[in-house]
Each structure stands twice: as C-alpha cells, then as structure tokens.
C-alpha cells in the first residue's frame, strides 16, 4: 500500500489553535472535505494525503489563519466558506468594513462577493436579510476608500411617492432620505457616521433616487441600484446605461416583491434574462436559507415560497 507524502505548514501557536477549533472541530471538517490527515505537532500544521488534496487544505489552512491574524474568532461557519472558496478556485472571501473585515456568513454570500470583485455588472438577486445590500455598500466602500473608484453612488426607486419627489417638503435629501433609510444604516455601520458625512459633503458619496439618473454619465464610480425589482424596463434600460469608463455596477432586489401596479413591467427579472451570460455580467441568487436575520425570518420567507409555488400550480 502506498504511503500518503506528508509536508508542513508553519503556522504561530495561535493560529494553530484558531485554525483546530475546539475539540479539533475545525480540523475534522478539513479532513473531511480534503481526504487529508491533519496533526499540529507544534510549531504548524501537518498534512498527510495526495498532492492535489494537500495544496487545497494548505490554502483553506491559510485562508482561515491570516482571518485569524486579524485577530477575528474562526468559527465553523469560516472553516466551511474557506473550504467552499478553495473547491470554487475563489479567493476573495471578505469586504473591507470600518470594524475589520465584513466576512460572508454563507455560500452564497461569499461567491456573491466574488462576483462583485471579479465583474463590471453584478445582479444579487434573493429575499430580504441575505445581506445583498450590505455586502454591495461594503464593497463599494471598501473600494472609494482605496481609491479605486472616485465616487459611491447609490439609487432606488422611490415607488410610496411615485416618483414624485417635488410634492414632498425640503430639499433633495429631506425628500429621499425616508426611501434610503436602509442604504444609510448600511453607510454607517461600515464608514461610521463621522466619515459619512466628510465624504458626503464633499461629493464622494451620493444617494438619489432612480429619477435623478436620468441623462447622466457615471464616471469612475461604484454604482449601487438597490430594491431593483421596482424598478420599470425603461428606467433599469436607462440606469444601467449610465455607467461610465472606470465605473462598476450592482443591482440588488427581489423579484418576488414587486410594489409596481404593473408586476410583470419590473425591469431586474427582465434585464437578467436577457443579460444573464453577457461577458462581464454575473448573477448572484439568494435563497431563504441564506437569511441572516432571525432564525424566523428564514422560515417565513420559505412558508411564502412554498405557497407561491402552490399557487403557481393550482
């Protein structure tokens, strides 16, 4: 019988110990996924089994290490996005975040992440509390604040008003600021409101309504279009059109809850049949698993699922 090659990796005693888990659970899922063996004599990590098994637990082993680093607790929930990344060839794993890192606490969250680091145009399509519009604003943050885009711009359909914002009271912000309440509880958990209102006041960030897209060209931005299933053909044809050289889009929503009078005039179902494939477009899709809210949230987001479909097939 042919004895698996073993090698090692160096890792500080406090990784190690982050990278086991108690009990050396972390340990036994690595095993598990990889078809390796894996001891901690001292001073690092020893892995025993085929070459290509290896390579994908050494890096998982790294992943999970360098979050430790960050002096961030490694839970089971890391272990298993950080195995989930390595079968998937992903490497980005986590956005930037005022607080550290914002790491994904899913799957789908983490392959949503990827595709917003990988391309131009991004759809992140599922229901509500899976983090799209988070994970979205945190990403865009993380890269105004390196400096690879000029500006953050994020937009929504205002669908209560109609659109028509000129009959409320006060200026511009006095008016959208009730429809963008989420986008700012989000600007703010990440840049921290200090640092929101510097870089608002001075431009860099933007928050408007679909209607004030109209006839622009976004340039060097980070584009966010938010509650997107609310939005018509025509003004997601018209939004989507607006990114300009250096910018970068995403676009968030349910298509499952269209506020329009006209359900079936919503723009993101259908700009994602038509662009789904398209070189430099991705799709993300969410499901009620992937809800992070309370526990039963998930629950009431599947009981409606499964009466849709009931009703779909009566």
Do not use: C
Request: glycine share 10%; charged share 25%; aromatic share 4%.
């Amino acid at each position: 019988m042919r004895r698996a090659v073993g090698e090692f990796v160096a890792l500080s005693d406090e990784a190690v110990r982050a990278v086991s888990g108690p009990g050396a659970s972390h340990v036994a899922l690595i095993e598990d996924a990889f078809g390796v063996l894996v001891e901690t004599p001292g001073g690092g990590v020893s892995l025993s089994g085929d070459a290509s098994s290896r390579r994908q637990a050494r890096r998982a082993l790294e992943m999970l290490a360098e979050h430790a680093s960050r002096g961030l607790e490694v839970s089971l929930t890391d272990v298993r996005l950080a195995i989930d990344h390595v079968r998937h060839g992903a490497s980005h794993w986590r956005a930037t975040a005022r607080r550290g890192a914002v790491a994904p606490k899913t799957p789908a969250q983490a392959l949503y992440l990827e595709a917003l680091d990988r391309e131009h145009l991004v759809f992140g399509l599922g229901p509500a509390g899976t983090g799209k519009t988070f994970l979205a604003v945190a990403h865009g943050a993380g890269l105004l604040r390196s400096g690879e885009v000029e500006r953050l711009v994020v937009t929504r359909p205002a669908v209560e008003a109609g659109e028509r914002l000129g009959f409320l009271p006060g200026d511009l912000n006095e008016k959208v600021d009730p429809y963008m309440a989420p986008v700012w509880e989000a600007l703010t958990a990440i840049l921290g409101g200090e640092a929101l209102r510097r870089r608002r006041e001075r431009g860099e960030i933007e928050v408007a309504p679909i209607a004030f897209m109209r006839g622009r060209t976004l340039s060097h931005a980070y584009v966010i279009v938010d509650e997107a299933q609310n939005t018509t053909r025509l003004q997601m044809k018209m939004v989507l059109t607006r990114l300009g050289e250096g910018s970068r889009m995403a676009v968030t929503g349910d298509p499952s809850q269209v506020d329009l009078v006209n359900a079936s005039d919503s723009g993101l179902a259908h700009a994602v049949s038509i662009l789904e494939g398209v070189e430099g477009v991705g799709v993300a899709r969410f499901a009620s698993e992937d809800v992070i809210r309370h526990p039963l949230v998930g629950r009431i987001v599947k009981a409606y699922d499964a009466d849709a479909a009931r009703r779909a097939h009566a």
